[in-house]
């Protein structure tokens, strides 16, 4: 059940970010309700919140610490900025000066890329445990060296595939704060644009992958 729920938040995430496609009545429906997923997600690992006075801490603990803050601020101010820009949901309730503030949907959009950016690292960071539990469920107790070879050219290919797909949207002029108006991803229809978002999740997640390893060798 916790993998189905971290499926589904990714689902919803990609299908957010293709908001230029969307009416924005669903845009912000499924926004406030990809709050009840992301609840559910913080009730289901509440002990790592009680686990944070305990223990020794390492660089490894800092890094992953370090990622859900950021994670969890970045939702936060996706969240409330999109709440004080929205056109219909809460229209009624927020001033118009303040949902019509440029600098606001700028934030809404610099926070939403960035809250991409780090459900990707996140995602990464717990894959391999997520992977061997994969692998034990479905009776695989060895993989011969031509399926990791295999594993591996996939990962390169898709790897190189988010990296196009980054450029393609302009992320790192997003993360920046730019004002962009228009992408080449744009210029994609709905499904093309939402398989960019998802190579951009894939890319780093492959970046939170190695940066596990850190935590792997460091345990030894």
């Not at 399926?147 to 196009?164: D, E, N, P, Q």
């Not at 210029?187 to 970046?207: D, M, P």
Request: hydrophobic residues 55%.
């Amino acid at each position: 059940m916790r993998y189905l729920l971290d499926v589904l938040l990714v689902m919803m995430l990609i299908f957010e970010m293709t908001f230029f496609y969307l009416p924005p009545v669903l845009h912000e429906v499924m926004g406030m309700a990809f709050l009840l997923p992301v609840c559910w997600h913080f009730a289901l690992n509440r002990r790592y919140v009680s686990s944070l006075g305990r223990g020794r801490w390492n660089g490894p603990r800092g890094v992953r610490f370090a990622l859900n803050v950021l994670l969890a601020s970045a939702c936060l101010v996706t969240v409330i900025s999109g709440c004080l820009t929205s056109s219909v949901l809460f229209a009624d309730v927020v001033p118009f000066s303040l949902r019509s503030n440029p600098s606001l949907y700028q934030l809404h959009s610099t926070a939403a890329r960035c809250f991409l950016v780090l459900a990707g690292l996140h995602l990464g960071w717990h894959l391999p445990t997520w992977w061997q539990r994969w692998l034990l469920a479905a009776g695989i107790k060895s993989r011969p060296l031509p399926a990791r070879m295999l594993l591996l050219g996939l990962g390169v290919l898709l790897g190189a595939g988010g990296i196009y797909a980054a450029q393609q949207d302009r992320l790192i002029e997003r993360l920046q704060g730019a004002h962009l108006f228009m992408t080449p991803a744009l210029a994609y229809n709905g499904a093309g644009y939402a398989l960019a978002q998802a190579g951009i999740v894939i890319l780093f997640a492959e970046i939170g992958f190695l940066l596990s390893f850190w935590k792997g060798v460091h345990s030894k």
